[in-house]
């Protein structure tokens, strides 16, 4: 018998070259065979992304060509043709007569544009903070964790309104409207960051003791590069299920923000500016220039909540 | 022969699992008499502590018992219900688990630990039952172990609290322990105190121990019989002495040429080449066949070998009678 | 080999100290009105390692093992003392190009296969990463060390879950090698691993030592592993070396009582219903030592002097040991 190991017969699960990304993803898509909440949220998902991605085509105006409205056709209630001009709106017309089916579309796209933005925004602060809080530790730790702490004392709607308030203070009225998204987006983004840096944080001190990362110490990466290559890698998955759970939140944040009259602005109108205008015609019997917009977003955030469960459960092992 | 403490009959046990049904557990027999230590080794993989959770019916879901019977005291318990079991368990069969932290519950101390055990099971008064508590610490070699009963478990040191553990255990006097890996998380000093109460406890009480680990050593010091377990599966069984110095099973042979002895200098170690398979992908007929250097056509075959089908010790179709040469 | 007979070893430990602060936070200790506590993880060690031997640390948890080996590869700086390689001390050398060159000429092999690789990265990435970092060639260098160690070409592309334990470990010990170094500490590189698979490695890193010439520190708690390997061994208490022997004159006749504790108390294949009477006591709390000799209150044969001097490592024969009473 000799000792050379060469030709060990290897377990038959490692024969198969496979990628891993490959498996993680064929086991997420089982997982969400298995789970029709999941699958129809995130059919509904896709389909609300897709109108709004494409809301130009579909939708059967533009509300905001002035050209296009037709002042007659203010108030057409759902589905019933115009007493003046015979027109039919699917989900009727606002006392402009705007389609609500086309602002919604083109609501939509601000609501999610915010939301992504913002999001997106609030991770690359988050998970950057949170990576060098984990990875240096010592007084920089110290310092951004408790100004996560601080920050975390404060309803993040509140500190959102804040933002948006100072910013206002600070921009010419001249270019408030033009600025309105971005600003809206550094708020939401703003007052978000803290649990992205709070997880990045926790799984970045739980890595970086691995040996993997001592071994990568020990040739001479630089902490930067540690970081970046080493860390960040394994700390995504928590951060992904963050992340969707807090586009939905975004989502409801900007509306929160545009019906109180302080986020998008009326000439780019979200769902949220679309509830606010609609909220003052509730009594008055035009009820559709409300219900429209807010059962939309309301399907849109729940949706987008429920995908954000089941991918926080699909990717625990300990659930599995 | 008189009645075992625990007769374990063609136990199996299953995981059903997306790519199929797994079975950690394969048909498993034996018996354990009063006052004898049955040591349980293998690899990790084997199936050991699953065997162990199995006897006292705590799998984790979705595991279960698939097939097979278990007997304690010549009663059945494997059908019982959990409350039943829970009963059972801490009365008639004590357990000691790896990790001595873990085991004891942190908020209470480590008295009301011990009374509320013996409380439940023995019908005793209260003073009664902390006299016992305190007996037991005292059994198991705790120091002043009047004083110490209102400690806390994270007041002990490692190999104290791993004496706690086997006094929760025994404390209500079971007949049967099982310990699963119960000095792996010790230092090697600790571990030989914690082996040699365990062997004083048996002997004296007469209690039947089932020891489950991967360490040879403390097998051989302290087993009086073993069984070697590979992939779910009894590959070898019978008194530790002939097992060790004649093992008739190649992976039984091959697990003592693999394990490096201190009375030996630097001689190169004999090895098992390859690994063990994983359970989704069990080959055909023995499972130890691929690795092992005596295989012949027979063993890639349906059926495995049994020890019932072979000659009673070991589940080869060639068991190694005298220590055969190995071919070059 | 005596310590100062050695011609030109290559890593040579003079007084080699770490101290850990262990206290509470700052504020804690303001509020409780806590001292400063401080755990001496290792304590004036000192040890010469000749080229292509293995020279062996043993000791129970909390004998500053593990802390050693980190402290000569450079992951922790030492609080007092010194590591030198090839005659350069990586604390106090100052040019950048002669560290760089005792860095490549170190790498580690870690205890747990499961964490040492990044479950991200493909195999063939973790292994050239050393040489990849240092801007060299690392064209068919993967397929070639995965090779040297008992696996296939093939298995670059793949990513460490695909793999068992001890394959994993074989991976680690081919990002070793990739530097070319000349040592290699492994700290308990098999006590993850099962006894089959970990004489797999075992004879594997024996194998490679020849091949390569390489110089091993090894680190375990498992004396039976470390008389296969070593060519000498350090036995270490609390942090201190207590004795330091070739193989055969430790386990044939050990002088310090720990060391005589040790063997004893090891399991042994052939010890049927072996009853020995069990070492007494535990390893006591590092932060508070006892006085004198760590190792007296355990110590069948502790006379006064060894509660109140500390005895220091001494020449006796072949062995160094640390201890009044040993011949």
Known sequence: MTDKTADLPQPAAVQRPSRFKELWEADLVYNLRRSPVALISLIVTLVLILAAVFAPLIAPTNPFDPASLNLMNGFSAPGVPNAFTGDTFLMGTDDQGRDVFSTILYGMRISLFVGVAAVLFAMILGITLGLIAGYVGGWIETIIMRIADVQLTFPSILVAMLITGVAKGFTPPAYRDEVAIFVLILAIGLSDWVQFARVVRGATLVEKNKEYVQAARLIGRSGGGIMLRHILPNVLSPVLVIATISLALAIIAEATLSFLGVGAPPTQPSLGTLIRIGQGFLFSGEWWILFFPAVTLLTLALAVNLLGDWLRDALNPRLR | MTNPVLSVRNLTVEIPTRTGLLKPVDGISYDIAAGEILGVVGESGAGKSMTGNAVIGLLDRPARIAKGEIHVNGRRIDTLSRKELRQIRGKEIGMIFQDPLTSLNPLLTIGDQLTETISEHLDVTDSEAKARAVRALDEVGIPAARDRIDAYPHQFSGGMRQRVVIALALCAEPSLVIADEPTTALDVSVQAQITALLKRLCRERGMAVMLVTHDMGVIAETADRVAVMYAGRLAELGPVREVITAPMHPYTDGLMQATPDASEGATRLRQIPGAMPRLGNLPTGCAFHPRCPYTQDKCCQDPSPTRAATDGRAACWFPLTERAAVPA | ?327
């Open chain 3, 1 to 327: 080999m005596p310590l100062d007979q050695t011609p030109d070893p290559l890593v040579s430990i003079r007084g080699l100290t770490r101290i850990f602060d262990v206290s509470k936070p700052l504020l804690n200790r303001i509020v409780e009105r806590l001292p400063k506590r401080l755990l001496t993880a290792v304590s004036d060690v000192s040890f010469d390692v000749p080229e292509r031997t293995t020279y062996a640390l043993v000791g129970e948890s909390g004998s500053g093992k593990s802390t050693i080996g980190k402290m000569v590869v450079g992951l922790l700086p030492p609080s007092d003392g010194e590591v030198e390689i090839e005659g350069i001390n990586l604390a106090s050398e100052t040019d950048p190009k002669r560290i760089d060159q005792v860095r490549s000429d170190i790498q580690m092999i870690f205890q747990d296969p499961y964490a040492s690789l990044n479950p991200r990265w493909r195999v063939r990435d973790i292994i050239t990463e050393p040489v990849r970092i240092k801007g060299g060639k690392t064209e068919g260098l993967a397929e070639r060390l995965l090779e040297q160690v008992g696996l296939s070409a093939a298995d670059a592309i793949k990513f460490p879950h695909e793999f068992s334990g001890g394959q994993r470990q074989r991976i680690c010990v081919a990002r070793a090698l990739a530097s070319e170094p000349k040592l290699i500490v492994a700290d308990e590189p098999t006590s993850a691993l099962d006894v089959s698979v970990q004489a797999q490695v075992l004879n594997l890193m024996s194998d490679l030592k020849d091949e390569f010439g390489l110089t091993y520190i090894l680190i375990s708690h498992d004396l039976t592993v470390v008389r296969h390997m070593a060519d000498r061994i350090g036995v270490l208490y609390l942090g201190r070396l207590v004795e330091e022997a070739s193989p055969d004159a430790l386990f044939t006749n050990p002088k310090h009582p720990y060391t005589q504790m040790l063997i004893e108390a090891a399991p042994r294949m052939d010890g049927f219903g072996r009853e020995i009477t069990p070492p007494e006591g535990e390893i006591p709390d590092p932060i508070s030592p006892p006085s004198g000799c760590a190792y007296h209150p355990r110590c069948p044969i502790a006379v006064e002097q060894c509660s109140k001097e500390r005895p220091q490592l001494e020449r006796k024969g072949e062995s160094r040991v640390a201890c009044f009473l040993a011949k």
